[in-house]
């Protein structure tokens, strides 16, 4: 395995237009990895902010997943140290109450290309329910449960709601999660970056 080999298929999926008559912007695959990544996070796709920078979590819902991890821009966006791979790549279009969701074609297309690649993965954060849905073997019915049941997926994944303001009320609703969750991630965070 070579870094050359990631290059390549980075560049590939950089290029990728497999669903492109499906979104409004066209196709703008955000992605970002290199071979020494310690964590990956899968999110659930580009927002419109995130397409047009080109840059992974670059809206408020990346500055509240950074807070949650603790993590420094510096280090979050140092490919050598986090991957970050969403269910899909390219921004979806706009719903009735949100972002559309993840095109169903990117994570069959290139997830595992892209895994293969990166061997030195400890941790994967798995943030939303399309991420759970898709990597989660006996997940349970709701995001709810199974964030309260990270002790199931762990030691090497942790299940997350998406950071996004829109998740506010679910945050209110359950104080467990910054009392009980986010401390159990931030020291697994300060593990692998030791």
Excluded at 148 to 161: G, H, Q, S, T
Aim: with cysteine; glycine share 6%.
């Amino acid at each position: 395995m070579s870094d050359n080999n990631l290059i390549m298929l980075l560049e590939e999926v950089r290029r990728c237009c497999l669903c492109q008559e499906h979104l409004p912007l066209g196709p703008r695959p955000v992605v970002q990895a290199a071979s020494t990544a310690r964590l990956l996070i899968i999110g659930q796709a580009p927002g419109t902010r995130v397409h047009e920078s080109g840059i992974p979590w670059n809206d408020p819902s990346g500055d509240r997943l950074r807070e949650w991890l603790q993590m420094d821009k510096p280090r979050f966006y140092d490919p050598t140290q986090v991957a970050i791979m969403p269910m899909g790549f390219c921004y979806p279009g706009k719903g009735q109450s949100g972002d559309l969701p993840p095109r169903p074609e990117c994570a069959p297309a290139w997830h595992a290309k892209i895994k293969n690649q990166l061997p030195d993965i400890a941790l994967t954060l798995l943030i939303g329910d399309y991420a759970q849905r898709y990597y989660l073997r006996e997940k349970p019915k709701n995001l709810t449960d199974t964030v309260k049941m990270n002790a199931n997926w762990a030691p090497d994944v942790i299940a997350l709601p998406h950071p996004s303001p829109r998740n506010n009320l679910w945050l209110r609703k359950n104080p467990w999660f910054e009392t009980e969750i986010l401390p159990m991630l931030k020291e697994k965070i300060d593990q692998l970056f030791l």
